[in-house]
Structures are given as C-alpha cells and as structure tokens.
C-alpha cells in the first residue's frame, strides 16, 4: 500500500518557538494532503486541505495565519505551528489520497507529538 | 456542518465475545469508510461501502451500509486481544473535495 511518512514523529519546544511538520507521500503523487489534529482519546478533527500549487483550505475556526500550509510539490507538504503556545500541544497527523483516486481511501502519516513547554 | 456520530464511545469486552460500532448521519452519505488506529498509532484504512445496503466482510470483521445510506455499522465476531484499538467511521465531506469527516471513534478494550 501507499505510504506516508512524516517528520519530526516528536517535537518538544517552548513556548514562543515556531515548529515545522513535514508530511511527505513515499510511493506516490498527491495533489491534496491533509492536516488534522487529534487530542488524547478523541478523534481527528480536520483542520486544513492543502493543495499542491494554491492556497491551502482551513475548517472553520482554525487560523491560517497560526498554521500556515505550505504544498510545494506532488509529495511534500509543510504545516508550521507559528508562535507555539501549550494549548497547541496535540498530535498532528496528515493524510494524502494518491491522485490515481483509489476508492479515495486516505494513507496516514504515522504522526506528530507536539509538546509546547 | 455534517456531522458523523458513533456509538458507543467505549466498549470493554472479554476475549471471544462480539463487538458492535454504530455510526448515523442525519444526511444521506455517499460512502462509508472505516479506520483502525491502535494505541499509539495512526489510522489504518480498513474498508469503503458505496451501495445502499451493503454488506462487507474481512474475516472476523462484518460492514454494513444502512439501506437509506444514513447508517453504517461494524461488527467483530469472537474478539481477540489483536483487536484493541479505537475504529472510526467517516464519510467524505459535501464539498467534493476528497476531506473526510470522521465520527468520534469507538475504543475497544478486549480482555484476556
């Protein structure tokens, strides 16, 4: 199957400091990658679409200017967390469906552990 | 917005016996999908239903897709410890843009 790797898999900062997360699709192309946010215990909650070439496009109540998106190329997406504060500490994960559109099953990246001190 | 609700949030089972994770739409889906994630982990695609009335089966795992396309279940036979984990539902977003919305998850713990 496809893979999705990202990284860092854990990331620990202060608080103030910006983190970039990488989400990167090993074995295919993705013209639109995923962002979501995930707390303990509790399910994803999509923050973002990023696509490949535009702007990315947020859920309601997120801040794009907090989270920005960067989908440069086919296999590479960027979400940075600016200005990190403790409240921002999750586990951030993306997801891509490859572009050949296979019953638009989504491929997840393995994660990110953000730990804002 | 669309909404994906899931029932029940949490379900302890003893070794061997079923289990059953029940998702509703108040809107009618275009297709269901279903995820795995184990603890610590990602989430794991397990299947997709696209008729009305569908009805999958993986090994011990049976997908139903409700015949108003609004519902959809997943049912395990004779559990095993190998099938801890929280599964979610989802169905793809109105917008056409490919976005999943995921229901709220059922953790299962299954004991020995």
Same mark, same amino acid.
């Given at each position: 199957?496809a893979?999705?790797?990202?990284?860092?898999?854990?990331?620990?900062?202060?608080?103030?400091?910006?983190?970039?997360?990488?989400?990167?699709?090993?074995d295919f192309?993705?013209?639109?990658?995923?962002?979501?946010?995930?707390?303990?215990?509790?399910?994803?909650?999509?923050?973002?679409?990023?696509?490949?070439?535009?702007?990315?496009?947020?859920?309601?109540?997120?801040?794009?200017?907090?989270?920005?998106?960067?989908?440069?190329?086919?296999?590479?997406?960027?979400?940075?967390?600016?200005?990190?504060?403790?409240?921002?500490?999750?586990?951030?994960?993306?997801?891509?469906?490859p572009?050949?559109?296979?019953?638009?099953?989504?491929?997840?990246?393995?994660?990110?552990?953000?730990?804002?001190? | 917005?669309?909404?994906?609700?899931?029932?029940?949030?949490?379900?302890?089972?003893?070794?061997?016996?079923?289990?059953?994770?029940? %998702?509703?739409?108040?809107?009618?889906?275009?297709?269901?999908?279903?995820?795995?994630?184990?603890?610590?982990?990602?989430?794991?695609?397990?299947?997709?239903?696209?008729?009305?009335?569908?009805?999958?089966?993986?090994?011990?795992?049976?997908?139903?897709?409700?015949?108003?396309?609004?519902?959809?279940?997943?049912?395990?036979?004779?559990?095993?410890?190998?099938?801890?984990?929280?599964?979610? %539902?989802?169905?793809?977003?109105?917008?056409?843009?490919?976005?999943?919305?995921?229901?709220?998850?059922?953790?299962?713990?299954?004991?020995?």
């Amino acid at each position: 199957g496809a893979v999705v790797s990202q990284h860092p898999s854990r990331v620990i900062c202060k608080s103030g400091t910006s983190v970039k997360i990488e989400c990167r699709s090993l074995d295919f192309q993705a013209t639109t990658m995923f962002w979501y946010r995930q707390f303990p215990k509790k399910s994803l909650m999509l923050m973002a679409t990023s696509n490949e070439g535009s702007k990315a496009t947020y859920e309601q109540g997120v801040e794009k200017d907090k989270f920005l998106i960067n989908h440069a190329s086919l296999t590479l997406s960027t979400l940075t967390v600016t200005s990190a504060h403790p409240e921002d500490s999750s586990f951030y994960i993306c997801s891509a469906n490859p572009s050949s559109g296979r019953l638009n099953e989504q491929f997840f990246g393995p994660g990110t552990r953000l730990t804002v001190l | 917005g669309q909404q994906v609700m899931q029932i029940p949030q949490y379900q302890h089972v003893q070794e061997g016996e079923d289990f059953t994770t029940y %998702c509703n739409s108040s809107t009618t889906l275009s297709n269901i999908q279903w995820y795995k994630q184990r603890p610590g982990g990602h989430p794991v695609f397990l299947i997709q239903l696209v008729k009305s009335g569908e009805v999958k089966k993986q090994k011990r795992l049976t997908f139903q897709f409700g015949e108003a396309k609004k519902n959809s279940s997943l049912h395990i036979t004779a559990t095993q410890t190998t099938d801890v984990g929280t599964y979610f %539902c989802a169905a793809l977003g109105s917008s056409n843009t490919g976005k999943l919305i995921f229901g709220q998850g059922t953790t299962l713990q299954v004991k020995p």
